[in-house]
């Protein structure tokens, strides 16, 4: 009989304890509603949208840098060479 | 380059270091969340586009009246800046925009208008580069439309039908977010200032070694 008794208390603890998850189980649908904008859990991330202007921003910025500290250093090189070549000429 | 140059491009490099912490920290809007946060980049660029766009005429228009070459360097210099910060508004606008207005684009008067600045500054540099002899005057008369365009960007929200917020919402702001604002424009203020000052350099350079070759020719 106390071992009855155990086995049903584990049983009916068992019930309750997973009743929670057949309470959680989505409705049948038996229709499809059409609305005019997404669930809020639906709609578009804004994370990805705001890393993206960030990063573009950064990004163009060092780019650019780089694209007139090369264009410097070009310009650079050719005036010392040139320079060079007209003290070596006898003109500087 | 000047004494000022690089402890100024250290602050600033600081500045855009701290930048992402600070707009972090700031409060969310109420409608637009999380993608707000973009405004705190997208609008020192706005500014610092219509800021080049006028640095660009006034130094045009100076060109044109004194002949001073050192006036059409620096114009030269604004107008390559005005499509690099152009460039940024006209991106960071529309992934703003897909989020809280669920469009990438809109023809309103001020997206329109900037625009058409950014197209004209793209036309200086084009008629810089390949148009020949006399290009530095019409380049000049180009930037003075480009100038006149900028009050009207400016006021377009406030006179014609659009979505976006109009001027006052800058002054509308609580500090929380007005003084992320205000340090994102003190960044990108500095670092405009520094970039003008490399790109004039180099057109400086540019010049000098344009004379060195003309001194070899005689």
Redesign the interface.
């Known amino acids: 009989m106390n071992r009855f008794l155990r086995l049903a208390g584990a049983c009916l603890f068992a019930l309750l304890c997973a009743a929670p998850s057949f309470a959680q189980q989505p409705q049948q649908q038996t229709e499809f509603v059409p609305v005019d904008s997404l669930p809020q859990a639906e709609q578009?991330a804004?994370?990805p949208?705001?890393i993206?202007?960030?990063v573009?921003?950064?990004v163009?910025?060092f780019v650019?840098?780089l694209s007139?500290?090369r264009?410097?250093q070009k310009?650079?090189t050719?005036?010392e060479r040139?320079?060079a070549?007209?003290k070596k000429a006898g003109?500087g | 380059m000047p004494r000022w140059f690089t402890p100024v491009a250290m602050v600033c490099g600081l500045m855009?270091a701290i930048s992402?912490l600070i707009i972090a920290n700031a409060p969310y809007e109420r409608e637009m969340?999380?993608?707000q946060?973009?405004y705190y980049?997208?609008m020192p660029?706005a500014w610092c586009f219509l800021l080049s766009a006028i640095v660009c005429g006034v130094a045009s228009a100076r060109y044109l009246a004194k002949g001073d070459p050192r006036h059409d360097r620096l114009a030269i210099a604004a107008a390559e800046l005005t499509v690099?910060f152009g460039?940024?508004t006209l991106?960071?606008g529309p992934?703003?925009a897909?989020?809280a207005w669920g469009t990438w684009w809109v023809w309103d008067a001020r997206v329109t208008s900037s625009f058409v600045g950014w197209m004209i500054a793209w036309s200086y540099i084009i008629l810089r580069r390949y148009g020949g002899p006399g290009s530095d005057k019409l380049a000049a008369g180009l930037a003075l439309f480009g100038m006149a365009n900028v009050p009207f960007i400016y006021i377009s929200v406030n006179y014609w039908r659009t979505i976006h917020p109009p001027t006052t919402v800058v002054g509308s702001l609580k500090v929380s977010m007005g003084a992320p604002l205000w340090f994102c424009v003190a960044a990108f203020v500095l670092?405009y200032i520094l970039?003008i000052k490399?790109?004039t350099?180099?057109e400086e350079?540019?010049a000098?070694?344009d004379s060195?070759?003309l001194?070899?020719d005689d």
């Open positions: 578009m804004a994370a949208l705001l993206a202007a960030y573009v921003v950064l163009s910025f650019y840098l007139v500290a264009r410097m310009v650079q050719e005036i040139l320079e070549d007209m003109r | 855009f992402p969340g999380l993608v946060k973009i980049y997208h660029s690099l460039l940024l991106i960071t992934l703003w897909r989020k670092l970039l490399m790109r350099r180099l350079q540019r000098r070694l060195l070759y001194n070899l």
